[in-house]
Protein backbone atom coordinates (compact mmCIF):
# COMPACT_ATOMS: atom_id res chain seq x y z
CA UNK A 1 0.00 0.00 0.00
CA UNK A 2 1.29 3.57 -0.93
CA UNK A 3 1.67 5.89 2.28
CA UNK A 4 -1.00 9.15 1.26
CA UNK A 5 0.61 11.87 -0.44
CA UNK A 6 0.42 14.14 2.66
CA UNK A 7 2.15 11.96 4.95
CA UNK A 8 5.12 11.67 2.27
CA UNK A 9 5.19 15.93 1.73
CA UNK A 10 4.63 16.36 5.71
CA UNK A 11 7.84 13.96 6.29
CA UNK A 12 9.85 15.92 3.56
CA UNK A 13 9.01 18.81 4.70
CA UNK A 14 10.34 18.11 7.78
CA UNK A 15 13.86 16.52 6.81
CA UNK A 16 13.64 19.79 4.53
CA UNK A 17 13.91 21.81 7.85
CA UNK A 18 16.42 20.12 8.89
CA UNK A 19 18.53 20.17 6.01
CA UNK A 20 17.79 24.39 5.85
CA UNK A 21 19.31 24.02 9.22
CA UNK A 22 22.20 22.43 8.10
CA UNK A 23 22.86 24.59 4.95
CA UNK A 24 21.65 27.85 5.65
CA UNK A 25 25.17 29.15 7.23
CA UNK A 26 26.68 27.72 4.56
CA UNK A 27 25.07 29.84 2.17
CA UNK A 28 25.65 32.73 3.81
CA UNK A 29 29.10 32.25 4.27
CA UNK A 30 29.60 31.48 0.00
CA UNK A 31 27.37 34.49 -0.41
CA UNK A 32 29.08 36.93 1.35
CA UNK A 33 33.27 35.74 1.27
CA UNK A 34 33.17 33.48 -1.60
CA UNK A 35 34.65 31.33 0.71
CA UNK A 36 33.80 27.06 0.07
CA UNK A 37 33.77 26.03 3.22
CA UNK A 38 33.55 22.25 3.07
CA UNK A 39 34.17 22.21 6.54
CA UNK A 40 30.70 23.26 7.37
CA UNK A 41 29.07 19.77 8.06
CA UNK A 42 32.23 19.12 10.73
CA UNK A 43 30.59 22.03 12.88
CA UNK A 44 27.37 20.35 12.47
CA UNK A 45 28.82 17.50 13.78
CA UNK A 46 30.61 18.95 16.74
CA UNK A 47 27.17 20.45 17.55
CA UNK A 48 26.03 16.62 17.58
CA UNK A 49 28.90 15.24 19.93
CA UNK A 50 28.04 18.48 22.23
CA UNK A 51 24.60 17.22 22.54
CA UNK A 52 25.38 13.79 22.87
CA UNK A 53 27.92 13.63 25.29
CA UNK A 54 26.01 16.75 27.36
CA UNK A 55 22.56 14.19 27.75
CA UNK A 56 24.78 10.64 28.02
CA UNK A 57 27.62 11.76 30.19
CA UNK A 58 25.60 14.90 32.42
CA UNK A 59 22.49 13.69 32.20
CA UNK A 60 21.19 17.17 30.77
CA UNK A 61 17.80 17.86 29.23
CA UNK A 62 17.70 17.35 25.17
CA UNK A 63 16.26 21.22 25.34
CA UNK A 64 18.69 22.44 27.61
CA UNK A 65 21.75 20.94 25.39
CA UNK A 66 20.79 22.61 21.94
CA UNK A 67 21.71 25.86 23.03
CA UNK A 68 25.10 24.29 23.91
CA UNK A 69 25.55 22.88 20.70
CA UNK A 70 24.97 25.89 18.80
CA UNK A 71 27.47 27.97 21.05
CA UNK A 72 30.07 25.51 20.80
CA UNK A 73 29.91 25.01 16.90
CA UNK A 74 29.66 29.16 16.57
CA UNK A 75 33.24 29.03 18.89
CA UNK A 76 34.92 26.74 17.29
CA UNK A 77 34.30 28.23 13.40
CA UNK A 78 35.32 31.41 14.69
CA UNK A 79 38.65 29.99 16.10
CA UNK A 80 39.30 28.24 12.50
CA UNK A 81 37.92 31.75 10.25
CA UNK A 82 40.25 33.98 12.78
CA UNK A 83 43.25 31.53 12.36
CA UNK A 84 42.68 29.22 9.00
CA UNK A 85 40.04 30.50 7.11
CA UNK A 86 40.93 34.53 6.57
CA UNK A 87 44.58 33.39 4.89
CA UNK A 88 42.36 32.49 2.18
CA UNK A 89 39.97 34.50 1.53
CA UNK A 90 42.11 35.78 -1.67
CA UNK A 91 42.82 32.31 -2.73
CA UNK A 92 41.60 30.03 -5.49
CA UNK A 93 38.56 27.78 -5.68
CA UNK A 94 40.70 25.10 -5.35
CA UNK A 95 43.12 26.04 -2.66
CA UNK A 96 39.90 26.57 -0.37
CA UNK A 97 38.54 23.02 -1.04
CA UNK A 98 41.53 21.84 -0.55
CA UNK A 99 41.76 23.51 3.33
CA UNK A 100 38.22 22.68 4.25
CA UNK A 101 38.24 19.12 3.28
CA UNK A 102 41.85 18.64 5.49
CA UNK A 103 40.11 20.03 8.01
CA UNK A 104 36.43 17.99 7.76
CA UNK A 105 39.31 14.62 7.38
CA UNK A 106 40.84 15.54 10.95
CA UNK A 107 37.10 15.91 12.35
CA UNK A 108 36.20 12.64 11.22
CA UNK A 109 39.24 11.08 12.62
CA UNK A 110 38.90 12.94 16.07
CA UNK A 111 35.44 11.99 16.21
CA UNK A 112 36.13 8.59 15.68
CA UNK A 113 38.82 8.94 18.14
CA UNK A 114 36.87 9.98 20.97
CA UNK A 115 33.33 8.53 20.55
CA UNK A 116 34.52 5.51 18.60
CA UNK A 117 32.36 4.93 14.77
CA UNK A 118 29.41 3.40 16.06
CA UNK A 119 26.15 4.93 16.01
CA UNK A 120 25.57 7.51 18.60
CA UNK A 121 22.35 6.84 21.02
CA UNK A 122 20.37 9.88 22.65
CA UNK A 123 17.37 9.30 24.74
CA UNK A 124 14.22 11.81 23.58
CA UNK A 125 12.49 13.18 26.35
CA UNK A 126 8.81 11.01 26.12
CA UNK A 127 6.65 13.43 25.13
CA UNK A 128 8.83 13.93 21.87
CA UNK A 129 8.55 10.56 20.78
CA UNK A 130 4.98 9.92 20.38
CA UNK A 131 2.69 10.65 17.83
CA UNK A 132 -0.73 11.82 16.96
CA UNK A 133 -3.73 11.54 14.11
CA UNK A 134 -4.35 15.17 12.59
CA UNK A 135 -7.31 13.98 10.25
CA UNK A 136 -6.47 10.67 9.36
CA UNK A 137 -2.89 11.42 9.10
CA UNK A 138 -0.15 9.98 11.91
CA UNK A 139 1.86 13.26 12.62
CA UNK A 140 5.34 12.04 14.55
CA UNK A 141 5.80 15.06 17.16
CA UNK A 142 9.49 15.16 16.56
CA UNK A 143 8.56 16.18 13.37
CA UNK A 144 6.15 18.51 14.08
CA UNK A 145 8.94 19.96 16.67
CA UNK A 146 11.35 20.23 13.49
CA UNK A 147 9.01 21.84 11.52
CA UNK A 148 8.48 24.25 14.03
CA UNK A 149 12.38 25.21 14.56
CA UNK A 150 12.50 25.13 10.73
CA UNK A 151 9.95 27.88 10.66
CA UNK A 152 11.11 29.76 13.72
CA UNK A 153 14.25 30.37 12.50
CA UNK A 154 13.71 31.31 9.20
CA UNK A 155 11.46 33.94 10.31
CA UNK A 156 14.27 34.87 12.96
CA UNK A 157 16.97 35.08 10.41
CA UNK A 158 14.49 37.29 7.43
CA UNK A 159 14.01 39.35 9.92
CA UNK A 160 17.22 40.00 11.36
CA UNK A 161 18.76 40.43 7.79
CA UNK A 162 15.46 42.66 6.13
CA UNK A 163 14.96 44.51 9.50
CA UNK A 164 17.95 45.25 11.64
CA UNK A 165 21.21 46.81 11.21
CA UNK A 166 23.40 44.29 11.15
CA UNK A 167 21.06 42.52 8.09
CA UNK A 168 21.73 45.33 6.38
CA UNK A 169 25.28 45.37 6.43
CA UNK A 170 25.30 41.83 5.79
CA UNK A 171 23.22 42.77 2.42
CA UNK A 172 25.27 45.51 1.27
CA UNK A 173 28.51 43.32 1.96
CA UNK A 174 26.81 40.43 -0.11
CA UNK A 175 25.73 42.82 -3.12
CA UNK A 176 28.93 44.65 -3.58
CA UNK A 177 32.19 44.37 -0.93
CA UNK A 178 33.95 47.03 -1.98
CA UNK A 179 31.53 49.65 -1.93
CA UNK A 180 30.11 48.04 1.77
CA UNK A 181 33.69 48.76 2.67
CA UNK A 182 33.86 51.91 1.34
CA UNK A 183 30.76 53.22 2.99
CA UNK A 184 32.94 52.35 6.42
CA UNK A 185 30.97 49.04 6.82
CA UNK A 186 33.56 46.76 8.36
CA UNK A 187 33.21 44.25 6.08
CA UNK A 188 35.38 41.38 7.94
CA UNK A 189 34.03 42.21 11.21
CA UNK A 190 30.31 41.50 9.65
CA UNK A 191 31.44 38.39 7.75
CA UNK A 192 33.06 37.09 11.38
CA UNK A 193 29.61 37.62 13.12
CA UNK A 194 27.96 36.15 10.13
CA UNK A 195 30.15 32.95 10.08
CA UNK A 196 29.56 32.20 13.21
CA UNK A 197 25.98 32.22 13.23
CA UNK A 198 25.57 30.36 10.28
CA UNK A 199 27.82 27.45 12.01
CA UNK A 200 26.27 27.69 15.37
CA UNK A 201 22.89 26.94 13.37
CA UNK A 202 24.66 24.26 11.72
CA UNK A 203 25.44 23.39 15.46
CA UNK A 204 21.83 23.38 16.16
CA UNK A 205 21.33 21.36 13.18
CA UNK A 206 23.65 18.86 14.12
CA UNK A 207 22.14 18.48 16.94
CA UNK A 208 18.72 18.34 15.83
CA UNK A 209 19.50 15.60 13.19
CA UNK A 210 20.75 12.66 15.51
CA UNK A 211 16.67 11.50 16.40
CA UNK A 212 16.22 11.43 12.64
CA UNK A 213 19.38 10.39 10.64
CA UNK A 214 21.70 9.18 13.86
CA UNK A 215 25.04 10.53 14.28
CA UNK A 216 28.83 8.85 13.35
CA UNK A 217 32.09 10.07 12.23
CA UNK A 218 30.92 10.26 8.36
CA UNK A 219 28.27 12.84 9.04
CA UNK A 220 30.39 15.26 8.14
CA UNK A 221 30.82 14.14 4.57
CA UNK A 222 27.17 12.16 4.51
CA UNK A 223 25.33 15.51 4.96
CA UNK A 224 27.77 17.76 3.07
CA UNK A 225 26.53 16.33 -0.19
CA UNK A 226 22.80 17.11 0.71
CA UNK A 227 24.15 21.02 1.76
CA UNK A 228 26.50 21.54 -1.19
CA UNK A 229 23.11 20.78 -3.27
CA UNK A 230 20.46 23.09 -1.40
CA UNK A 231 23.05 25.70 -1.34
CA UNK A 232 23.73 25.68 -5.11
CA UNK A 233 20.08 24.82 -6.18
CA UNK A 234 18.74 27.55 -4.08
CA UNK A 235 21.41 30.34 -4.84
CA UNK A 236 24.21 31.90 -3.36
CA UNK A 237 23.42 34.33 -0.01
CA UNK A 238 19.69 33.59 -0.37
CA UNK A 239 17.62 32.39 2.34
CA UNK A 240 14.40 32.01 0.80
CA UNK A 241 16.62 30.00 -1.66
CA UNK A 242 18.10 28.09 0.75
CA UNK A 243 14.64 27.26 2.29
CA UNK A 244 12.78 26.27 -1.27
CA UNK A 245 15.81 24.39 -1.81
CA UNK A 246 15.94 22.58 1.01
CA UNK A 247 12.16 21.76 1.18
CA UNK A 248 12.46 20.55 -2.52
CA UNK A 249 15.44 18.22 -1.64
CA UNK A 250 14.00 17.03 1.31
CA UNK A 251 10.59 15.95 -0.53
CA UNK A 252 12.55 14.65 -3.11
CA UNK A 253 14.16 12.81 -1.04
CA UNK A 254 11.63 11.20 0.85
CA UNK A 255 9.15 10.73 -2.09
CA UNK A 256 12.12 8.84 -3.66
CA UNK A 257 12.72 6.68 -1.02
CA UNK A 258 8.86 5.82 -0.28
CA UNK A 259 8.28 5.69 -4.13
CA UNK A 260 11.25 4.45 -6.21
CA UNK A 261 13.33 2.73 -3.03
CA UNK A 262 15.36 1.21 -6.08
CA UNK A 263 16.52 4.53 -7.08
CA UNK A 264 18.44 5.73 -3.98
CA UNK A 265 19.90 9.15 -4.07
CA UNK A 266 19.66 8.85 -7.89
CA UNK A 267 16.81 11.37 -7.54
CA UNK A 268 18.32 14.27 -6.11
CA UNK A 269 21.49 14.35 -7.56
CA UNK A 270 19.67 14.33 -10.87
CA UNK A 271 17.77 17.39 -9.61
CA UNK A 272 20.85 19.21 -8.49
CA UNK A 273 22.33 18.47 -11.89
CA UNK A 274 19.14 19.65 -13.59
CA UNK A 275 18.53 22.72 -12.30
CA UNK A 276 22.50 23.89 -12.27
CA UNK A 277 22.54 23.16 -16.01
CA UNK A 278 19.03 25.50 -16.46
CA UNK A 279 20.13 28.18 -14.04
CA UNK A 280 23.80 27.79 -12.94
CA UNK A 281 23.40 30.66 -10.49
CA UNK A 282 20.57 28.20 -8.70
CA UNK A 283 16.75 29.09 -8.79
CA UNK A 284 16.89 32.01 -6.47
CA UNK A 285 20.87 33.38 -7.83
CA UNK A 286 21.42 37.22 -8.85
CA UNK A 287 24.47 35.97 -10.80
CA UNK B 1 30.25 40.57 -6.54
CA UNK B 2 34.02 41.01 -7.66
CA UNK B 3 34.55 38.41 -9.67
CA UNK B 4 37.46 36.35 -8.29
CA UNK B 5 39.52 35.59 -10.91
CA UNK B 6 40.82 39.18 -11.25
CA UNK B 7 42.05 38.47 -7.47
CA UNK B 8 43.88 35.35 -7.84
CA UNK B 9 47.77 35.07 -6.47
CA UNK B 10 47.84 32.59 -9.05
CA UNK B 11 46.82 34.07 -12.00
CA UNK B 12 49.26 36.72 -11.83
CA UNK B 13 52.68 35.37 -10.69
CA UNK B 14 53.88 33.01 -13.26
CA UNK B 15 54.63 29.36 -12.28
CA UNK B 16 58.50 29.50 -11.31
CA UNK B 17 59.19 26.66 -13.91
CA UNK B 18 58.00 29.29 -16.36
CA UNK B 19 60.00 32.18 -15.39
CA UNK B 20 63.03 30.09 -15.46
CA UNK B 21 62.76 28.82 -18.90
CA UNK B 22 61.45 32.24 -20.37
CA UNK B 23 64.69 33.95 -18.18
CA UNK B 24 67.14 32.21 -21.13
CA UNK B 25 63.96 32.83 -23.47
CA UNK B 26 65.00 31.60 -27.12
CA UNK B 27 63.35 33.45 -29.54
CA UNK B 28 61.51 31.81 -31.90
CA UNK B 29 58.32 29.99 -30.63
CA UNK B 30 59.43 26.56 -31.14
CA UNK B 31 63.39 27.03 -30.00
CA UNK B 32 60.99 27.63 -26.66
CA UNK B 33 58.99 24.32 -26.66
CA UNK B 34 61.88 22.49 -27.92
CA UNK B 35 63.43 23.61 -24.93
CA UNK B 36 60.84 22.34 -22.66
CA UNK B 37 60.74 19.41 -24.07
CA UNK B 38 64.46 18.01 -23.79
CA UNK B 39 65.08 15.38 -20.87
CA UNK B 40 66.39 16.22 -18.22
CA UNK B 41 68.97 13.85 -16.16
CA UNK B 42 66.66 13.90 -12.93
CA UNK B 43 63.43 12.59 -15.32
CA UNK B 44 65.63 9.47 -16.89
CA UNK B 45 67.02 8.73 -12.95
CA UNK B 46 63.58 8.79 -11.48
CA UNK B 47 62.43 6.12 -14.16
CA UNK B 48 65.50 4.13 -13.71
CA UNK B 49 64.20 4.14 -9.79
CA UNK B 50 60.94 2.78 -10.59
CA UNK B 51 62.52 -0.46 -11.31
CA UNK B 52 63.68 -0.77 -8.33
CA UNK B 53 60.98 -2.17 -6.86
CA UNK B 54 61.44 -5.56 -8.44
CA UNK B 55 65.03 -5.67 -6.92
CA UNK B 56 64.75 -3.75 -3.37
CA UNK B 57 61.15 -4.66 -2.39
CA UNK B 58 59.74 -8.10 -4.49
CA UNK B 59 56.97 -8.54 -1.59
CA UNK B 60 55.48 -5.42 -2.07
CA UNK B 61 54.90 -5.41 -6.23
CA UNK B 62 51.28 -5.20 -5.95
CA UNK B 63 51.39 -1.66 -3.53
CA UNK B 64 54.10 -0.85 -6.14
CA UNK B 65 51.26 -1.50 -8.83
CA UNK B 66 48.61 0.10 -7.17
CA UNK B 67 50.79 3.11 -6.78
CA UNK B 68 51.68 2.90 -10.71
CA UNK B 69 47.98 3.08 -11.66
CA UNK B 70 47.07 6.48 -8.60
CA UNK B 71 49.94 8.24 -10.22
CA UNK B 72 48.26 7.61 -14.31
CA UNK B 73 45.39 9.00 -12.45
CA UNK B 74 46.99 11.86 -10.98
CA UNK B 75 48.59 12.00 -14.34
CA UNK B 76 45.14 12.45 -16.17
CA UNK B 77 43.52 14.98 -13.45
CA UNK B 78 46.88 16.89 -14.00
CA UNK B 79 46.04 17.37 -17.59
CA UNK B 80 42.53 19.29 -16.59
CA UNK B 81 43.33 20.45 -13.40
CA UNK B 82 46.89 21.49 -13.01
CA UNK B 83 47.12 22.77 -17.02
CA UNK B 84 43.98 23.80 -17.87
CA UNK B 85 42.57 24.87 -14.44
CA UNK B 86 39.06 22.92 -14.36
CA UNK B 87 38.74 22.00 -10.62
CA UNK B 88 37.04 18.32 -10.40
CA UNK B 89 35.34 16.55 -7.86
CA UNK B 90 34.04 13.67 -10.02
CA UNK B 91 37.02 12.61 -11.71
CA UNK B 92 36.98 9.18 -10.41
CA UNK B 93 33.57 8.90 -12.59
CA UNK B 94 36.21 8.13 -15.40
CA UNK B 95 38.21 6.14 -13.44
CA UNK B 96 35.00 3.60 -12.39
CA UNK B 97 33.99 3.82 -16.34
CA UNK B 98 37.31 2.42 -17.44
CA UNK B 99 37.10 -0.57 -14.74
CA UNK B 100 34.08 -1.54 -15.46
CA UNK B 101 34.06 -1.39 -18.84
CA UNK B 102 37.77 -3.39 -18.87
CA UNK B 103 35.99 -5.84 -16.44
CA UNK B 104 32.68 -6.44 -18.40
CA UNK B 105 34.51 -6.33 -21.66
CA UNK B 106 37.34 -9.48 -20.31
CA UNK B 107 33.72 -11.53 -18.65
CA UNK B 108 31.76 -11.04 -21.59
CA UNK B 109 34.11 -10.65 -24.86
CA UNK B 110 37.35 -11.72 -23.98
CA UNK B 111 40.53 -11.09 -21.45
CA UNK B 112 43.52 -9.90 -24.13
CA UNK B 113 44.32 -7.53 -21.89
CA UNK B 114 45.58 -4.90 -23.90
CA UNK B 115 42.06 -4.89 -26.13
CA UNK B 116 40.14 -4.53 -22.92
CA UNK B 117 42.66 -1.42 -22.53
CA UNK B 118 41.59 0.15 -25.71
CA UNK B 119 38.08 -0.39 -25.29
CA UNK B 120 38.23 0.87 -21.17
CA UNK B 121 39.83 4.32 -23.01
CA UNK B 122 37.32 4.53 -25.79
CA UNK B 123 34.24 4.02 -23.46
CA UNK B 124 35.71 6.76 -20.93
CA UNK B 125 36.94 9.37 -23.56
CA UNK B 126 33.14 8.99 -24.73
CA UNK B 127 31.69 9.75 -21.80
CA UNK B 128 34.20 12.35 -21.14
CA UNK B 129 33.64 13.79 -24.12
CA UNK B 130 29.47 13.94 -23.71
CA UNK B 131 29.97 15.24 -20.63
CA UNK B 132 32.86 17.95 -21.54
CA UNK B 133 29.97 20.19 -23.12
CA UNK B 134 28.25 20.87 -20.21
CA UNK B 135 31.94 20.92 -18.28
CA UNK B 136 33.16 23.89 -20.95
CA UNK B 137 30.09 26.06 -20.03
CA UNK B 138 30.87 26.54 -16.14
CA UNK B 139 33.31 27.73 -13.95
CA UNK B 140 34.33 28.01 -10.51
CA UNK B 141 31.80 26.63 -7.81
CA UNK B 142 29.24 25.84 -9.97
CA UNK B 143 31.73 23.84 -12.23
CA UNK B 144 32.83 22.35 -8.74
CA UNK B 145 29.42 21.11 -8.15
CA UNK B 146 28.48 19.71 -11.57
CA UNK B 147 31.21 17.47 -11.79
CA UNK B 148 30.51 16.38 -8.09
CA UNK B 149 26.81 15.77 -9.00
CA UNK B 150 27.68 14.24 -11.85
CA UNK B 151 30.35 11.55 -9.94
CA UNK B 152 27.67 10.95 -7.79
CA UNK B 153 24.94 10.11 -10.69
CA UNK B 154 27.18 7.96 -11.71
CA UNK B 155 27.94 6.09 -8.80
CA UNK B 156 24.17 5.59 -8.04
CA UNK B 157 23.44 4.37 -11.35
CA UNK B 158 25.99 1.86 -10.98
CA UNK B 159 24.57 0.94 -7.74
CA UNK B 160 21.41 0.31 -8.99
CA UNK B 161 22.09 -1.78 -11.80
CA UNK B 162 23.19 -4.43 -9.50
CA UNK B 163 22.47 -7.05 -12.47
CA UNK B 164 25.58 -5.34 -14.97
CA UNK B 165 28.18 -4.07 -12.35
CA UNK B 166 27.24 -6.58 -9.28
CA UNK B 167 26.19 -3.33 -6.96
CA UNK B 168 27.96 -3.50 -3.90
CA UNK B 169 29.23 -7.14 -3.88
CA UNK B 170 31.39 -5.92 -7.08
CA UNK B 171 31.95 -7.30 -10.09
CA UNK B 172 32.64 -11.37 -10.08
CA UNK B 173 34.03 -13.12 -12.66
CA UNK B 174 36.29 -11.13 -14.18
CA UNK B 175 39.36 -13.15 -16.30
CA UNK B 176 42.17 -11.84 -17.90
CA UNK B 177 44.42 -13.83 -19.95
CA UNK B 178 48.39 -13.71 -19.48
CA UNK B 179 49.76 -10.12 -20.96
CA UNK B 180 51.15 -11.10 -24.39
CA UNK B 181 50.02 -14.99 -23.80
CA UNK B 182 52.95 -15.43 -21.45
CA UNK B 183 53.22 -13.16 -18.50
CA UNK B 184 50.34 -14.76 -15.89
CA UNK B 185 48.77 -12.38 -13.49
CA UNK B 186 50.22 -13.65 -10.37
CA UNK B 187 49.57 -13.29 -6.28
CA UNK B 188 53.12 -11.86 -5.83
CA UNK B 189 52.16 -9.36 -8.31
CA UNK B 190 55.00 -9.40 -10.58
CA UNK B 191 53.61 -9.07 -13.77
CA UNK B 192 50.74 -6.93 -12.28
CA UNK B 193 53.96 -4.54 -11.43
CA UNK B 194 55.33 -5.00 -14.74
CA UNK B 195 52.30 -4.00 -17.14
CA UNK B 196 51.13 -1.10 -14.87
CA UNK B 197 54.83 0.53 -14.88
CA UNK B 198 55.21 -0.21 -19.08
CA UNK B 199 51.38 1.05 -19.44
CA UNK B 200 52.23 4.04 -17.49
CA UNK B 201 55.30 4.86 -18.89
CA UNK B 202 54.34 5.02 -22.69
CA UNK B 203 50.73 7.18 -21.25
CA UNK B 204 53.76 9.72 -19.89
CA UNK B 205 55.79 10.00 -22.59
CA UNK B 206 51.93 10.86 -24.92
CA UNK B 207 51.75 13.27 -22.04
CA UNK B 208 54.75 14.83 -22.27
CA UNK B 209 54.64 15.48 -25.80
CA UNK B 210 51.29 16.91 -25.60
CA UNK B 211 51.91 19.21 -22.54
CA UNK B 212 55.27 20.41 -24.61
CA UNK B 213 52.77 21.11 -27.76
CA UNK B 214 51.24 23.93 -28.76
CA UNK B 215 48.06 22.83 -27.51
CA UNK B 216 49.74 22.18 -23.80
CA UNK B 217 50.69 25.88 -24.02
CA UNK B 218 47.50 27.17 -24.82
CA UNK B 219 45.35 25.14 -21.82
CA UNK B 220 48.05 27.21 -19.54
CA UNK B 221 47.37 30.26 -21.09
CA UNK B 222 43.27 29.45 -20.48
CA UNK B 223 44.38 28.62 -16.88
CA UNK B 224 45.60 31.50 -16.77
CA UNK B 225 43.20 33.63 -18.08
CA UNK B 226 39.90 32.13 -19.78
CA UNK B 227 38.85 35.52 -21.38
CA UNK B 228 41.67 36.31 -22.88
CA UNK B 229 42.76 33.13 -24.79
CA UNK B 230 40.07 33.42 -27.66
CA UNK B 231 42.00 36.99 -28.59
CA UNK B 232 44.78 35.11 -29.60
CA UNK B 233 42.67 32.51 -32.01
CA UNK B 234 42.70 29.67 -28.91
CA UNK B 235 38.94 29.07 -28.50
CA UNK B 236 38.50 28.53 -24.40
CA UNK B 237 36.09 25.79 -24.72
CA UNK B 238 37.26 24.00 -27.62
CA UNK B 239 40.47 23.56 -25.76
CA UNK B 240 38.83 22.16 -22.83
CA UNK B 241 36.38 20.16 -24.41
CA UNK B 242 39.63 18.28 -25.74
CA UNK B 243 41.52 18.67 -22.83
CA UNK B 244 38.37 17.22 -20.54
CA UNK B 245 38.26 14.08 -22.94
CA UNK B 246 41.55 12.96 -23.08
CA UNK B 247 42.16 13.15 -19.63
CA UNK B 248 38.90 10.68 -19.17
CA UNK B 249 40.84 8.53 -21.76
CA UNK B 250 43.51 8.39 -19.63
CA UNK B 251 41.20 8.01 -16.26
CA UNK B 252 39.96 5.39 -18.34
CA UNK B 253 43.35 3.36 -18.87
CA UNK B 254 44.03 3.26 -15.38
CA UNK B 255 40.59 2.39 -14.32
CA UNK B 256 41.14 -0.33 -16.49
CA UNK B 257 44.51 -1.58 -15.26
CA UNK B 258 43.65 -1.75 -11.64
CA UNK B 259 40.61 -3.83 -13.05
CA UNK B 260 42.47 -6.22 -14.79
CA UNK B 261 45.29 -6.18 -12.27
CA UNK B 262 43.57 -7.32 -9.27
CA UNK B 263 40.34 -8.89 -11.63
CA UNK B 264 37.66 -7.53 -9.87
CA UNK B 265 35.63 -4.14 -9.86
CA UNK B 266 33.93 -2.63 -7.05
CA UNK B 267 31.85 0.52 -6.41
CA UNK B 268 34.70 2.01 -4.74
CA UNK B 269 36.21 2.77 -8.20
CA UNK B 270 33.36 5.25 -8.43
CA UNK B 271 33.73 6.73 -5.15
CA UNK B 272 33.36 10.25 -4.02
CA UNK B 273 36.67 9.16 -1.66
CA UNK B 274 38.86 8.16 -5.02
CA UNK B 275 38.15 11.44 -6.56
CA UNK B 276 39.10 13.58 -3.29
CA UNK B 277 42.18 11.18 -2.86
CA UNK B 278 43.29 11.64 -6.40
CA UNK B 279 43.21 14.97 -5.84
CA UNK B 280 45.10 15.20 -2.94
CA UNK B 281 47.80 13.11 -4.74
CA UNK B 282 47.96 15.60 -7.33
CA UNK B 283 47.58 18.85 -5.08
CA UNK B 284 50.52 17.53 -2.49
CA UNK B 285 52.97 16.28 -5.44
CA UNK B 286 52.14 19.62 -7.28
CA UNK B 287 49.94 20.71 -9.60
CA UNK B 288 50.55 22.12 -12.98
CA UNK B 289 53.73 20.05 -13.11
CA UNK B 290 53.97 16.69 -15.05
CA UNK B 291 55.75 14.60 -11.95
CA UNK B 292 53.35 16.25 -9.86
CA UNK B 293 50.92 13.59 -9.98
CA UNK B 294 53.24 11.14 -9.89
CA UNK B 295 55.35 11.67 -7.04
CA UNK B 296 52.23 12.70 -5.02
CA UNK B 297 50.84 9.11 -5.73
CA UNK B 298 54.49 7.90 -4.59
CA UNK B 299 54.41 9.68 -1.19
CA UNK B 300 50.28 8.83 -0.32
CA UNK B 301 50.27 5.60 -1.10
CA UNK B 302 53.18 4.95 0.96
CA UNK B 303 51.78 7.01 3.59
CA UNK B 304 48.65 5.43 3.14
CA UNK B 305 49.68 1.94 3.48
CA UNK B 306 52.64 3.01 6.54
CA UNK B 307 49.53 4.55 8.59
CA UNK B 308 46.87 2.00 7.96
CA UNK B 309 49.06 -0.74 9.37
CA UNK B 310 49.02 1.27 12.83
CA UNK B 311 45.12 2.65 12.71
CA UNK B 312 43.14 2.49 9.54
CA UNK B 313 40.59 4.57 11.40
CA UNK B 314 43.02 7.50 11.60
CA UNK B 315 44.32 7.44 8.36
CA UNK B 316 42.52 10.40 7.94
CA UNK B 317 44.02 12.19 10.35
CA UNK B 318 47.08 11.91 8.62
CA UNK B 319 45.39 13.08 5.49
CA UNK B 320 43.97 16.13 6.76
CA UNK B 321 46.85 17.34 8.72
CA UNK B 322 48.96 17.25 5.22
CA UNK B 323 46.46 18.70 3.34
CA UNK B 324 46.25 21.60 5.37
CA UNK B 325 49.73 22.04 6.15
CA UNK B 326 50.71 22.00 1.77
CA UNK B 327 47.42 24.54 1.41
CA UNK B 328 49.44 26.70 4.05
CA UNK B 329 53.07 26.23 3.48
CA UNK B 330 54.04 24.77 -0.01
CA UNK B 331 50.67 26.41 -2.50
CA UNK B 332 52.31 24.46 -5.56
CA UNK B 333 52.99 21.36 -3.51
CA UNK B 334 56.34 19.22 -2.95
CA UNK B 335 57.56 19.87 -6.28
CA UNK B 336 56.85 23.32 -5.98
CA UNK B 337 58.82 24.10 -2.76
CA UNK B 338 61.23 22.20 -4.34
CA UNK B 339 61.44 23.89 -7.65
CA UNK B 340 61.72 27.23 -5.20
CA UNK B 341 64.74 25.83 -3.56
CA UNK B 342 66.88 25.10 -6.12
CA UNK B 343 66.06 28.61 -7.61
CA UNK B 344 66.67 30.29 -4.65
CA UNK B 345 70.28 28.06 -4.26
CA UNK B 346 71.49 28.37 -7.74
CA UNK B 347 71.18 32.41 -7.41
CA UNK B 348 73.78 32.46 -4.91
Known amino acids: ?287 | MIPKSGNRLSDKIMRPQDAMSLAGAPSQPQEYLRSLSRWHPLEIAFWLATLLPFFLFPTYLSLASQIAVAALFALSLDIILGYAGIVSLGHAAFFGIGAYAAGLFSKFVWGEPFSGLLIAAAMAALIGYLTSFIIARFRHLTLIMITLGLGLLLAEAANSAGWLTGGSDGLQGVKIWPVFGYFKFDLYGTTAYGYSLAVLFLVFLAVRRLIHSPFGLSLRGIRENWTRMPAVGADSRAHIRKAYTIAAAIAGIAGAVIAQTTQTVSLEALSFERSADVLVMLVLGGAGRLYGGLVGAIIFMVARDQFSGIAPQYWYFGIGILLILVVMLLPNGILGGLAKLTARWSRK
Not at chain 1, 198 to 222: M, R, W
Open chain 1, 1 to 287: MLPPVLGVLFDGIAYGMLLFLLSVGLSVTLGLMNFVNLAHCAFAMLGGYVTVSLMNELHWPFFASLPVAFLAAAAASVVFERTLYRRLYRASDLDQVLLTIGIAFVSVAVAAYFFGTTQQPVDMPSYMRGSFDVLGLNIAAYRLFLVGVGVVVTIVLIGTLEYTRFGAQVRAAVDNQRMASGLGINVEHTFAIAFALGSGLAGLGGALAIEIVGLDPNFAFTYLVYVLIIVSVGGLGSIGGSFAAACLIGISDIAGKYYVPELGAFLIYLVMVAVLMWRPAGLFGRR
